[in-house]
C-alpha cells in the first residue's frame, strides 16, 4: 500500500491519535467546515498578532523602564526578525509534517511568554530572550497560517480567504492599539498589556486545540482554482505520490520571480512596519501626544485597513485579476503617503486630520496586499501545488531579512530619538518643580494667580521670576534657606534655558552657577542640551525615513509590471472557463459525474 493510501485510511479511522496529533480530515470538508476553519485560522493570526506588537503600543513607557536606548531596542527587534526570517523555513517543514500542531502548540507556548515570564522580566536581559522567543516561534506561524487558509480556499475566493487572513496582522495591530487607549489610562503598568494579551492567547489555544484541524497531505498538495474541483481533488488524492512532490523543495521554490514578487512586498510594506512598532513615538515625540492618545490615531489605519483588505479581496475574486488592484492601491498609497510626510512640520495638525490620514493610507495600502497575496500563493502553486507552505516560506524569509534590514537603519536616520525618549522625565522637571515650590502651595498665602499661572505657561521659560522675586520681597512671604535658594537657582536658570533655546552651548562655571543653589536645575540644564537638539531635528529625521517608505511604494508599483497573471476581467474570465472544461473532462474520464 502506498504512503498516500495509507495516509487516507489513516484519516478515516481518526481515533485520540489523529484527533490530538495528526489532526487531518478524512476528506475535503464541506462548505460549513471549510468556513468554520478559515474563522478559527484567522482569529488565531490575529491573536498571534496582538501577541506580538504589544511592545511597540507601549514602547514610549517600555524603554524608560528598562532604561533601554531607542537603538537598543531597535537592535532587539533585528535580532527577533533575523531570527524569524529563518524559522520561517522550519514553517515550511509542514509541507511534510503538517501545519495545525505548529500552530496549537506554538499558541500555548507564546502564550506561556506573554502572560507570564514579560510581565515578570525585571531585567533587560531576561525581557531580551522573552521577545526574541516570541520572535522564533511567530516566524513559524507567519508561514504555517496562510498554507492553512490557502489548504481551504481555492484560488476563484483565494484573495477573500487571504483578505481574511491578513487581517491577522492588521486586527492584531487594531487590537494592540485600542486594548492600550482604554486601559493605559487606567491600569496604569505597561506589563498589564503583555498579561492581557498573553491570558487571550492561551485561551486561544485552547480553542485551537479542540476544534483546529487540516488537510492529509494527499489532499493538499492539489491544485484546486474553484469549489467545483472538489470531486476531482479527492479522486487524485486516493493515487498521489506525495514524496515525489515534496522532492528538493527549496529548490523547487527559490525562483527569481517569487523572490522579485517578495522583495516588492516587502519593501512596499515599510510603512506598515513603522506603524505596528514605532509610530507611537513619532506622534508622542514630534506632535506631543500621550501614548493613548497616539494609540487612538493609530486605530484609524488598522479599521480601514481591515476593510480594505476583505473588501478588495472579494472584489478581486469577483473580477478575477490582481494586477490592476495592486497598481491602484499602490498609486493611492503612494499620495496618502506624500500627504503624511507633508504634516511633520505642521505640529498644529488636528487629532482627526491625522485619524483621516491613517484611514486612508490603511484603506490604499489593503487595496493592493489582498490582492497580491492571492496572487503569490497562485504563483507558488503554479510551480509546485505540494509546496505551498515551502512557498510561502520563501516570502517569510524575505519579509523577516528586510525588515530586519530597515530596523537596523532607522535608529541611525532617527538619532534624535534616544536621547527624548531617555529623557522623558527632564522635559516636565521645571513643572514639576513649580508645583512643588513654596510660592505654589495651596496651604500658603500664594502670590497672585496671574504670576503662578505665567510660570506654568509652556514655552522657552517665559515666567516674569523677577516679578516673582520683587513681590515675595514686598509681601515679606515667609520662606526658608532652602526656598531663597531655590528661588535664586530659577533666577540663574532663566536666562540658560532660554540660551539653550536659541542653539548656544553652557559651559561648566554656567552651569555651576544653577547648582550653588538648585542641583534639580542644573541637572536639568545638563538634559537640555540634549534634549533642545534633538526636539529640533526630531521632524526632519523622521522625515527622511517616511521618504524611504515611499521609495519602496515605488519599487512595489514598478515590480507589479514584471509578474504573472491577466490584466484584463475578458482574459481572466476566459482562463477560469477552460479550466473548467478540463475539470469535467477529468472527472469524466474517471467515471465522476
Known sequence: MSESNVNVATNKSGGFSNALLLRQLPGYPNTSKRISLLALVTITTIVLYFIYFVPGGVLPLLLPYYHMSFLYFMSLVVISNAVGAFTAFIGGLSD?????????????????????VIPNAHSR?????????????????????????????????????????TLGPVLGSLTVSQVATHTLPHLKPWQDQFMISG???????????????????????????????????????????????????????????????????????????????????????????????ANGINTWYFIFDAIGLVSMGFLSDRIRVRKPFMVA???????????????????????????????????????????????????????????????????GWVLRVIVAISFLIIPQMISS???????????????ALQAASPYANPGSPNPPKSIVSELNTPGPYS???????????????????????????????????????????LTKTQIQSVQVNSPQLANLLTKEELIVPAQKSAPGQWERWWW?????????????????????????????????????RELAKLGIS
Request: proline share 4%.
Open 199 to 293: 491570558f487571550t492567547c492561551l485561551a486561544m489555544f485552547i480553542i485551537s486545540f479542540i476544534a483546529l484541524r487540516e488537510l492529509s497531505p494527499s489532499l493538499r498538495d492539489q491544485l484546486m482554482v474553484s469549489s467545483n474541483d472538489r470531486a476531482l481533488i479527492e479522486a487524485k488524492a486516493k493515487g498521489i505520490d506525495v514524496e515525489a512532490a515534496l522532492a528538493h523543495p527549496i529548490k523547487s521554490m527559490l525562483k527569481i520571480d517569487l523572490l522579485a514578487s517578495s522583495f516588492a512586498v516587502s519593501v512596499f510594506l515599510l510603512l506598515y512596519y513603522a506603524v505596528v512598532t514605532i509610530i507611537t513615538l513619532f506622534w508622542v515625540i514630534v506632535f506631543s501626544k500621550t501614548t493613548a492618545d
Open 125 to 165: 536581559a531576561s525581557f531580551d530572550a522573552a521577545y526574541i522567543a516570541i520572535g522564533f516561534i511567530e516566524g513559524i506561524i507567519l508561514v504555517v497560517t496562510p498554507a492553512l487558509i490557502r489548504d481551504f480556499s481555492p484560488q476563484m475566493g483565494r484573495a477573500t480567504a487571504m483578505g481574511f487572513w
Open 548 to 584: 524611504v517608505c515611499l521609495g519602496g511604494q515605488v519599487v512595489f508599483l514598478l515590480l507589479v509590471f514584471t509578474m504573472s497573471g491577466p490584466w484584463s476581467p475578458a482574459q481572466a474570465k476566459k482562463k477560469h472557463e477552460e479550466h473548467e472544461r478540463q475539470v469535467q
Open 417 to 431: 530619538t534616544s536621547p527624548l525618549v531617555n529623557n522623558q522625565q527632564a522635559e516636565t522637571a521645571l513643572e
Open 329 to 395: 492601491g499602490a498609486f493611492g498609497y503612494l499620495v496618502m503617503t506624500v500627504i503624511f510626510i507633508s504634516t511633520v512640520h505642521h505640529p498644529h495638525t488636528s487629532y482627526y486630520e491625522f485619524a483621516l490620514i491613517m484611514a486612508l493610507l490603511g484603506f490604499t495600502s489593503a487595496t493592493a496586499y489582498s490582492p497580491w497575496m492571492a496572487h503569490y500563493t497562485e504563483a507558488v502553486e503554479a510551480k509546485n501545488p505540494a509546496l505551498s507552505a515551502t512557498g510561502l516560506a520563501i516570502w
Open 96 to 116: 511534510r509534517f503538517g501545519r495545525a500542531n505548529l500552530t496549537v502548540y506554538g499558541l500555548a507556548l507564546v502564550g506561556i511568554f506573554q502572560a507570564f
Open 463 to 505: 515666567a516674569p521670576l523677577s516679578t516673582l522675586a520683587d513681590y515675595l520681597q514686598t509681601k515679606k512671604f515667609p520662606t526658608t534657606a532652602s526656598q531663597l535658594a531655590q528661588l535664586k537657582g530659577l533666577l540663574a536658570f532663566k536666562p540658560l534655558a532660554s540660551d539653550i533655546q536659541s542653539g548656544k552651548s
